[in-house]
């Protein structure tokens, strides 16, 4: 039985669809304004974020306040049962405030800064900046902060990237003279000794980059953790001044799924709930289901960053513009595409953009209402009726649960190490890929998961899933011990266990320290495959192909069930199963074709006897399920992600809420289609 969430915005507990609205563009023509505010009405939009770039026309001048523009808007969209995330507006700042401050622009790897233009560019670390900052947003908040259309509010736009300028050079070493107290412990750490790259002074430290250090692998992480900590500390300052005016209008960022400069479990701490921008790549000939299985991981890392539902803030109505082929997505794409999104525990579907732009970089974007200005497009009609869906379905599904027993680790700071490591493979090894392969069978079978950083608790899951975990940190040795000691099924892949959380390699032939005792073997070595090579094994009824790494290990107390086909090492173990405490750890050690992965994967639901949410039905190739659960009922979205229409059998009578028909036996899905089945919990 799911749980039943509070709403993420209590002054509009629905499910919100909208998305970014610019009318700072449009300031010129109010005739547009209004249209836009028409047709919104038509498409059954609720919510619009506001104010995201809209710096300039704020504050045109320093301490100029100009406010009246956004008054009328709001007033406006109000007046038509609209309400407003309301966004901070660092992610681009005037030209006055660059010109007078350059501190505040960010400076490249090679020391060069930035001139004025472009956005999401500035420093997070100059005074000044922060200052600016927080004069804006408290002047937004003891403005806006109070008024009833205001629902969230949308935390500057998409942080990300780092600036070398010398005041963060400063807070870096500030931040390391803090995290290590003496220089000698930090040379430890970072295994300074190598090349006389011995630091006498925490003042010798620069950061990383092209013409600066680049071969202590601890410095970059340390690097990668302070950029992440900088920039949560500004996402601070800016949400203490709208928290001073009002701290009951919840604030959350709109952050970019498996984004790697920032750690997200780290900054969402900071935040009442998380939000996202999601553009997957659809319809690449052969690729829509892969994209699918990776979106939904992506969905569930987001919706695991708190534990519990989460707006999806922005995605595209129809193309992009920012891809080399930017697709438009085919009919009913769109409605999958959000219709997922909710059933991973999304309260939204989110924009960008109501209107399309005229001119500059984002005119040829797609948008809710195109350049013809009308209703009477493809996008517009798909997006309003997905619109009068997503009434009907709001207060049913709102606030529910997504149950898991099946957790997958999927840890960004081992991500970090693993593609620094100076390893036998320094290409190819798709850390993101393989942790949504093997993310895919539970996926297809509707079998719920979480995906979780190393630093959650494992305890409760009935299979836990670590891919290519290279740094074992977090103690993570002693949960996964535990929770397998416990009866926890474990599975763990090739280049696992490597190295702790400074990556300095474990010593010792089988170590604690490497979990060598709950798997029952130990690494020896590993081999690296060209992109052609392969080796195989044979398991169950069936030859498997092994690629791009290979370990060579020795079992101590695990069962060999499948042995290297080719090499040196043919004959070895290659996927081993360990009986520990009352449970299982399996390793598998190399990486493989997806067809072994799922083997493995319904091997251990088998083992950890969990069927799929439909039941002991064959779910083909191209569906996705997911599933919503409150106090009394549980929604079952069964989406076709290909372009082949799909017949999905069920063992029972479900009730599609979409269109309140009576389901039974089986259903057919068009290509692009999805039902969402409600049954009784
Ligand atoms: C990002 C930004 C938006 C817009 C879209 C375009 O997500 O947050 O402002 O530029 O991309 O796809
Ligand atoms: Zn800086």
Known sequence: MGKKFKPLTPKYPHMLHGGDYNPDQWIDYPEIIEKDIELMKKAHINNVSLGIFSWAHLEPKKDVFEFEWL???IEKLYEAGIYINLATPSGARPHWLADEYPEVLRVDEKGVRAHFGFRHNHC?????????????????AQRYGK?????????????????????????????LKEKYVTVEKMNHAWWARFWSHTYSSFDEVESPGAISETAINGLWLDWWRFTTYQTTDFMKNEIAAVKAVNPEIPVTTNMMGLYDGLCYPKLAKEIDFVSWDSYPYWHVPNENVKEAYTESFTHDYIRCLKMKPFILMESTTGTVNWRPVSKMKKPGMHRLAILNAIGHGAESGLYFQIRQSRGSAEKMHSAVISHTGTENTRVFKEVSELGADMKKISDLIYGSDNPAAVAIIYDKESKWALNQSNGPRNCGLDYDGLCTQYYKYFWQNGIGVDVLDSSADFK??????????????NDIQDKLRKYVEAGGILLSTAFSGVADENDLCFLGEATDEKLSDVFGMWVEEIDALFEEEFNETFFGNDTYKLRELCEVIHTTTAETLAVYGNDYYKDFPVITKNKYGKGIAYHIAANCEIQ???????????????????????????????????????????????DKEKTVSLSKTYTNILNDGVVFDDVKLEPYGIVILEEDV
């Open 596 to 642: 072994l992965i799922e083997k493995m994967c319904s091997l251990l639901a088998e083992e950890a006897k969990i069927t799929g949410i439909l039941g002991n039905v064959s779910i083909p190739d191209g569906i996705g399920i997911n599933y919503r659960e409150n106090e009394a009922k549980r929604y079952i979205f069964v989406g076709n992600f290909s």
């Open 147 to 175: 008024h009833p259309a205001v629902i969230m509010w949308h935390i500057s736009n998409e942080y990300g990237g780092e600036c070398h300028c010398p005041l963060c050079q400063q807070a870096f070493r500030d931040y």
């Open 71 to 73: 008054d009328k808007v």
């Open 124 to 140: 997070m670390t100059s005074p000044v900046y922060r200052e600016r900052v927080r004069i804006i947003n408290t002047k937004l």
């Open 460 to 473: 409760d899951y009935k299979i836990v899933i670590a891919p290519m975990l290279y740094m074992y940190h």
